[in-house]
């Protein structure tokens, strides 16, 4: 799809952005409900959320918080979890680097997991998209889900306990991640890292503070890196002999 405007790219995102609200809106909304439960106010917990603006690393800290962990482990812990959030800004640097200085601080704020999954399929896939409407696309994905992140929040801070455990929120989470990750393992060493990262995740969670969190993390991301450096030598290995062989042909 051609995009004859700046505009026609921001509604574009934001339609393609609307089924996320199907999981994030339930998603803010349990995390409302966990702020009340932890003893934070309807105005701490939306600030909460417009502050940090990351769903998981909200409820990490969160949870850490009631278990009473030093809160440089908290920090840590919270770090660790949206270290994901540094590498999809360097992954988004090459179509969005040379926007103006306030948009890109902008989008650095709003870089979550669905605005960067649609952008950038959507930049790969048509790469004649100017700068201007990569950046309208990428703000347009967040037109409804920020919002609806915030709206979520406020709605579950102040109806609280009122909501029955029998609505299972908190199945929404592992839902939500799953249906963002699934498609983004897209190469072998992508499902290396992410097997690794799950394998890894079982035997850790005996560890303290949620530090398990952290160990798997770093297993599953040195894994998948070793594991494209090994398909790359293979590559580079299969595609010599076919060069000799094109070499010894003679014309």
Avoid at 2 to 25: E, I
Avoid at 79 to 91: G, I, P, Q
Avoid at 172 to 188: D, H, K, Q, S, Y
């Amino acid at each position: 799809m051609a995009f004859t405007t700046t505009k026609s790219a921001f509604w574009k995102g934001m339609r393609d952005s609307a089924p996320f609200l199907l999981v994030s809106g339930p998603f803010g909304l349990l995390f409302g409900v966990l702020a009340g439960e932890a003893g934070l106010n309807v105005a701490d917990a939306l600030a909460f959320s417009l502050a940090v603006f990351a769903g998981s690393a909200q409820f990490t800290a969160l949870q850490l918080l009631q278990e009473n962990t030093p809160i440089m482990i908290v920090l840590i812990s919270a770090l660790a979890v949206n270290l994901r959030v540094a590498m999809y800004s360097a992954s988004l640097t090459p179509y969005l680097g040379d926007a103006p200085l306030w948009q890109r601080a902008c989008a650095a704020y709003l870089v979550v997991d669905q605005s960067y999954a649609l952008s950038v399929v959507k930049f790969e896939t048509e790469p004649e998209m100017t700068v201007p409407q990569r950046m309208a696309y990428f703000f347009g994905t967040n037109g409804l889900v920020a919002p609806g992140w915030m709206i979520a929040t406020l709605t579950g801070a102040l109806v609280g306990a009122q909501i029955p455990a029998s609505w299972g929120l908190d199945f929404v989470l592992p839902l939500a991640f799953l249906a963002m990750i699934g498609p983004m393992l897209r190469t072998p060493a992508h499902l290396v890292a992410c097997f690794t990262a799950i394998t890894v995740s079982l035997p850790a969670t005996l560890m303290p503070y949620n530090l398990g969190l952290i160990v798997a993390g770093l297993a599953g991301m040195m894994a998948g890196a070793q594991a494209e450096l090994w398909f790359e030598r293979r590559l580079a290995g299969q595609a010599d002999p076919q060069q000799a062989n094109k070499q010894e042909t003679p014309s």
